[in-house]
């Protein structure tokens, strides 16, 4: 079994299902010769063919558009984004005719399209390339939106999003594109999505978190261990729709919660977990639900980029405070 890291879980799981179904395809800028900007398509179009990988116009609006023009025709399209700050033209495509199309037919038509979009800061990017805006998708209906942390949920997961029926917008945390790597067989075995990843047992305070901040919040959890603490962590993986039952068996346990996100404070995705456990965990809190995120600013250049990004000691901090409180 291969040791890989995430970006090449990413490939190794286009590649199986491209192999195996001939309806997947994928596209976007430079994703074929060039293997894309982050080399997670390398290889694909020297074995699949300039038919199935297709390089594109560096056009957003109609990547996002011929994707789902080939969805609503039977194919599996994977079109990448490139980067976060780039999807906004593909909003429209996205949220007006990818999300509405099972409703929009009464059920006779699906969208089988992934958007893979790689997401977040810490590699010194410019602007428009660091962007955490995955909640402007969760507001969507229709859509399933995913974030792995992991090389092994990585390829699990885009395995199960090509094979979902309906539209997944498929974040991957580009700091930790290459950051460590995992045992991962390429058995085509899919993860399942709308389930979250306990990856740490507690008893004291739950910390809630996705994406690269899973690295930050599985390493608090371990300082607050050795003064004593028991931290559970959970990694939310997807996060529309929400394993909520998961996250509150979890607070039901330790009476306490921190939630963890790189992305602006205001109405981040954090804040609709903390709005559930408000609504049906009030009575199993014991301290109030505190919150680790980024700043309601645009991410700063790298100067001062991981000054924003949420840290090992803002976590241990507020995980103090929920102690401290009940």
Not at 40 to 46: Q, V
Not at 96 to 104: D, E, M, Q
Not at 269 to 286: I, N, P, Q, S, T
Request: hydrophobic fraction near 45%.
């Amino acid at each position: 079994m291969a040791q890989i890291t995430l970006i090449e879980a990413l490939t190794m799981a286009m590649a199986h299902e491209m192999a195996r179904d001939p309806s997947v395809v994928v596209l976007g800028e430079d994703v074929g010769v060039n293997g894309g900007v982050f080399r997670a398509t390398a290889g694909l179009s020297e074995k699949f063919g300039p038919v199935r990988v297709l390089d594109t116009p560096l056009d957003e609006t109609t990547i996002a558009g011929i994707a789902v023009g080939m969805a609503a025709q039977g194919m599996k399209p994977i079109a990448e984004a490139q980067f976060d700050g780039f999807v906004y033209p593909m909003v429209d495509h996205i949220i007006c005719h990818a999300a509405r199309f099972r409703t929009r037919t009464r059920g006779r038509l699906t969208c089988p399209l992934v958007l893979r979009v790689p997401w977040g800061g810490g590699i010194r990017a410019p602007e428009h390339h660091s962007e955490a805006n995955e909640s402007i998708f969760t507001n969507v209906p229709g859509l399933r939106v995913v974030m792995p942390s992991s090389p092994s949920r990585a390829y699990g997961m885009l395995l199960a999003a090509i094979r979902d029926p309906d539209p997944v917008i498929f974040f991957e945390p580009k700091r930790i594109y290459r950051q460590y790597k995992e045992e991962v067989a390429d058995d085509g075995e899919a993860l399942p999505l709308d389930v979250c990843f306990v990856l740490r047992d507690g008893s004291d305070v739950t910390l809630v978190t996705w994406g690269a901040q899973v690295k930050e919040t599985l390493e608090a959890a371990d300082a607050l261990a050795k003064e004593g603490i028991s931290a559970e962590v959970i990694d939310v993986a997807t996060l529309k729709p929400l394993d909520f039952d998961t996250i509150h068996e979890s607070v039901k346990k330790t009476g306490r919660c921190v939630i963890v996100h790189e992305a602006p404070r205001t109405a981040g995705f954090g804040a609709e977990v903390a709005a559930r456990l408000a609504e049906h965990a009030m009575y199993d809190l014991v301290a109030p639900v505190e919150r680790v995120t980024g700043y309601d600013t645009h991410i700063p250049l790298f100067r001062l980029e991981m000054k924003y990004l949420p840290s090992v000691e803002r976590i241990v901090a507020a995980a103090k405070r929920t102690l401290a409180a009940g």
